[in-house]
């Protein structure tokens, strides 16, 4: 196993005698083995630990445990205790989320203050299939269908090539210590589930289902790195500097490399792409992200920049602004009512505002069903001068968000979410009439 972890390392051009690591060690027997590697091989490193304080005792077991190593063996070694249920119910995410961004936020914040040139996270390629299935589960392009990389930015794993296997044989022989998780065994999680229910019976199936899926993985990051190089080239045709001509035929011929353009490139949602692609060339038709707009031509799609567009636009009334972040790099300010979270790839552009008019219904935040929204404002005590006063956010002729008050659960955030749609209202007075942003 060391063998092949510095097989990578040096592959990566990470096996360098003045890089400094910054070991992910929760006590498990995944990241006790990769500590126990790193130990082996001369490279300078440091533990780092989260105490979640989920598991009770185990949480304040587990932190001990590493404390304790940390001192005997003589490691840096930085811990730190999160009130995660606290942040996730003040930020109104999963607890999943929550400790996966509290996590890799405290990560980098060490790293970059004591000079660390890499973290490393003891992923291995069990991971990597559990990962592959719960994407293709809640659906997923061809990034989805990579798996986990080896690197992404200061982030390594060093094990993701190594299977759990390996791992448990290698423990084994050289005797090392580590904790059980007593969540690991529940299946109230999703991962858990397909690891303890799913993947067994497709091993019967395949019993070389871990080698089956990561190349499967390798080839789709062969075609996406092709997909990446043939989208300026062959593809885009350069109208001026801020408009770009799709021709029908790559609609026809290259969907996947249309598709990758518009998500990547001009950052259109993937219901929105798929009506571009779908809608039989309705000339005049209009398509808008949060950065660009599309127009329909008898010949293909014309791509300009919207007018007011930089990262975080508003709208042409000063009403709205609209920010878009991945999951990880997102904060939340739940306690502002003029700002609303949604899973951006559920949303359809153009969004636009309106006001109540009879008959309209909304499932609110936390309803298994729709309500009617002259209901939800007796119910929330707003007057019938007030109700006609308040703007609702509409996607896909959908309310998304009664402004200031509740967002639609079927566009709210989950741990499936990849990216986050930051929507602030600007508080002006309202004009009784349908805008678009």
Known sequence: MIKKILKNLKKYHLYNKYYKFLLAVSGGIDSMT?????????????????NFQLRKEESDRDMNFIKNYSIKNNITCYINNFNTKEYSKKNKISIQMSARYLRYSWFKTIALKYNYNYIAIAHHNNDLLETFLINIIRGTGIDGLTGIKYMNKNIIRPMIYCTKNEIIEYAIKHKIQYMNDSSNFSNAYSRNNIRNNVIPILKKINPSLENTISSICTRMEYTKETIKKMNNDSILENIDTNTFFINKKHLDTAKIIVFNILQKKYNFSFNTIIDIIENNYQSGKKFLSSTHNIIIDRKGILISKNINSYKSYTDFNQLFSIKINKIDESIYDNKNKNIAYFDYDKLIFPIYYRFWIKGD??????????????????????????????????SNNEIIWIVNYRINDDY??????????????????????????
């Open 361 to 394: 219904f909304f499932k609110p935040l936390g309803s298994t069903f729709k309500v009617k929204l002259s209901d939800f404002f007796i119910n929330n005590k707003i007057s019938c001068v007030d109700k006609q006063k308040i703007p609702l956010l509409i």
């Open 34 to 50: 990769m500590l126990h590697c790193f130990s082996s091989m001369k490279i300078k490193f440091s533990i780092i630990h989260c």
């Open 412 to 437: 709210k955030i989950s741990q499936y979410s990849k990216k986050i749609c930051m929507v602030k209202y600007h508080n002006t007075n309202l004009s009784n009439s349908i805008n678009t942003i």
